[in-house]
């Protein structure tokens, strides 16, 4: 009979000399970036992006499969990973290789849970389980997604500069636009106001013929 092949047990000294691999590659990142004025790596707050946005209508997708690139901020931990999610210092190593240790050795780990603004994530409970994945080459990851829904698109190669011009013309837009729509219903109004008093006056001297006619 057909037995299947158990999984290995996956050694926690290789997790932990992955992390380390990792930590030690985030480091010179930090340096090249500050030498090399090399594009700002850090993960964007999602407070701070909605607080720009304004956004609060709030709609649960459900469970579904989401590009790991896609992901590109945090709710709470944005200081202790960088937009690659290499940990920083504030990442807990205890926690990373001993979710490593699950994932190689195929245990079931939760889904993550994330809010979506136009086609970007915002890791809301999860950040070592995206560190963990990308670290281990996945391209997709299992997520409970809450979409926030705005009119500013929102793409993976954003930054918070882009953010803000992006924020400032879509309010620029809408001003302009509702502006627009005040001017549209006031010289509707005026117009309707005119016919009105051209009618009237109408009715008037119809009026004084008629009685003019009848003396």
């Known amino acids: 009979?057909?037995?299947?092949?158990?999984?290995?047990?996956?050694?926690?000294?290789?997790?932990?000399?992955?992390?380390?691999?990792?930590k030690s590659?985030?480091?010179?990142?930090?340096?090249?970036?500050?030498?090399?004025q090399k594009p700002d790596q850090t993960l964007l707050s999602f407070d701070q992006v909605q607080r720009l946005l304004r956004s609060r209508r709030e709609?649960?997708?459900?469970?579904?499969?989401?590009?790991?690139?896609?992901?590109v901020g945090s709710v709470g931990?944005?200081?202790?990973?960088?937009?690659?999610?290499?940990?920083?210092?504030?990442?807990?190593?205890?926690?990373?290789?001993?979710?490593?240790?699950?994932l190689n050795e195929l245990r079931n780990i939760l889904?993550?849970?994330?809010?979506?603004?136009?086609?970007?994530?915002?890791?809301?409970?999860?950040n070592h389980r995206v560190s963990v994945a990308k670290a281990n080459g996945l391209t997709h990851i299992e997520a409970q997604v809450r979409e926030l829904q705005t009119r500013v698109p929102l793409t993976p190669d954003v930054d918070l500069d882009q953010?803000?011009?992006?924020?400032?013309?879509?309010?620029?837009?809408?001003?302009?636009?509702?502006?627009?729509?005040?001017?549209?219903?006031?010289?509707?109004?005026?117009?309707?106001?005119?016919?009105?008093s051209r009618a009237a006056q109408l009715r008037r001297d119809g009026h004084r013929r008629t009685r003019s006619d009848n003396r």
């Open 1 to 22: 009979m057909y037995e299947p092949r158990s999984v290995p047990p996956y050694p926690r000294s290789a997790a932990t000399l992955k992390y380390e691999r990792l």
């Open 25 to 36: 590659h985030s480091l010179i990142e930090s340096l090249l970036k500050l030498f090399m």
């Open 59 to 71: 709609v649960f997708r459900g469970t579904q499969l989401i590009p790991l690139s896609h992901i």
């Open 77 to 102: 931990r944005y200081r202790d990973f960088d937009r690659a999610f290499l940990p920083l210092e504030g990442a807990n190593q205890e926690r990373w290789t001993g979710l490593d240790v699950a």
């Open 111 to 126: 889904p993550i849970e994330v809010y979506q603004i136009g086609d970007v994530y915002f890791v809301r409970d999860g």
């Open 163 to 196: 953010l803000i011009i992006k924020t400032e013309y879509a309010q620029f837009l809408e001003k302009t636009h509702s502006e627009q729509n005040c001017r549209t219903r006031h010289e509707r109004g005026h117009a309707r106001g005119a016919r009105y």
